[in-house]
């Protein structure tokens, strides 16, 4: 989204350091996002809001048909190269692209768990997602990976209940939106409040009984979080029974990230991660698909993602 922007491609690049500094890259399968369909993601999104994307990704620099390029190609762009959909959130001439394996990772991972190719996944996608609503792109995000994933294990695989769990320091708004009116999901999260995006302090009025949003203030560390989760998360969780849990991972709540004010140190998200396995492996057959969203301290970020792979693999 421009040099100056902190959903930059170094975020990737700081996760696989990290996965090979921990020997964790030797644990793990390895697969490339496919691109999903537009009929996956039209299972969230409006026609008007996939059209934005497509119709407004710019033209302007060779190789934007290809998925393969130079990370110095973005960097030097010009302005003619970018179309600013909010002050946070451009597309450049590659988001199109991005948006599609970013979501076609969540779906591909979704399938590949649920046929048991895999045990669980993690997606290392970008852009994120969980603030892109039904009807418009937002905050960093063009299509909602999770709920998009979320919806094609209802739809395609016919699952019943399922969870999304967000713990992200953001309020996961477009998730929300998405699953307003559908029971079958449930959704837990914490966030710092009040903070971007000023919503999920009082459940919406239809979501009072699938929704277990929790706000939090600003320096909030693990203590609190893990009372929460355990008074609040881990019983909703258990009376839903999810058949799958999609978890929300972002890690922009960790003390070293500048985008948030919370408190969270790696500990805490292998404790989070291992709460969310359990409830997995007692009710959903141990099916996780967890896909990054937040998380702009490249240290921290790396860091954080290890520590959350390293429960999903049962490593810890």
């Not at 762009?77 to 970013?102: E, K, M, V």
């Not at 058949?243 to 004010?261: K, N, P, T, V, Y």
């Not at 009710?283 to 993602?305: K, P, T, W």
Request: glycine share 8%.
């Amino acid at each position: 989204m421009g040099a100056w922007h902190p959903e930059s491609p170094a975020r990737l690049q700081a996760i696989e350091d990290q996965l090979i500094a921990s020997r964790l890259d030797t644990c793990v399968e390895r697969r490339e996002a496919p691109q999903a369909s537009l009929a996956s993601i039209g299972r969230v999104h409006t026609a008007a809001a996939i059209a934005l994307v497509r119709d407004n990704t710019p033209a302007g620099m060779p190789g934007n048909a290809g998925d393969n390029f130079a990370s110095g190609e973005l960097q030097q762009a010009g302005q003619a190269d970018y179309y600013p959909i909010d002050g946070d959130t451009s597309l450049n001439p590659y988001s199109w692209r991005a948006a599609l394996r970013a979501a076609g990772a969540a779906v591909a991972a979704t399938d590949a768990v649920i046929s048991g190719e895999l045990d669980n996944a993690f997606c290392a996608v970008r852009p994120p997602g969980h603030h892109a609503r039904p009807s418009q792109p937002m905050g960093f995000c063009l299509f909602n990976n999770i709920a998009i994933a979320a919806r094609h294990a209802l739809a395609a695989h016919g699952l019943e209940r399922v969870a999304i769990v967000d713990f992200d320091v953001h309020h996961g708004n477009g998730t929300e939106e998405a699953f307003i009116d559908d029971p079958r999901v449930l959704m837990v999260s914490f966030f710092q409040h009040p903070f971007y995006p000023y919503s999920g302090a009082q459940a919406l009025s239809h979501l009072v009984q699938n929704s277990v949003n929790v706000p939090v203030p600003a320096y909030s560390g693990g203590e609190v979080v893990r009372q929460l989760v355990g008074e609040r998360w881990l019983p909703a969780l258990d009376a839903h029974r999810p058949q799958m849990i999609f978890i929300s991972a972002g890690f922009d709540a960790h003390r070293e990230d500048d985008l948030g004010q919370m408190s969270l140190v790696e500990a805490d998200y292998l404790w989070l991660t291992q709460q969310v396995k359990a409830v997995a492996d007692k009710h959903a057959q141990g099916r996780i698909v967890s896909c990054l969203e937040g998380g702009y301290n490249l240290s921290a970020l790396g860091r954080s993602v290890a520590a959350h792979v390293r429960a999903l693999a049962g490593l810890d």
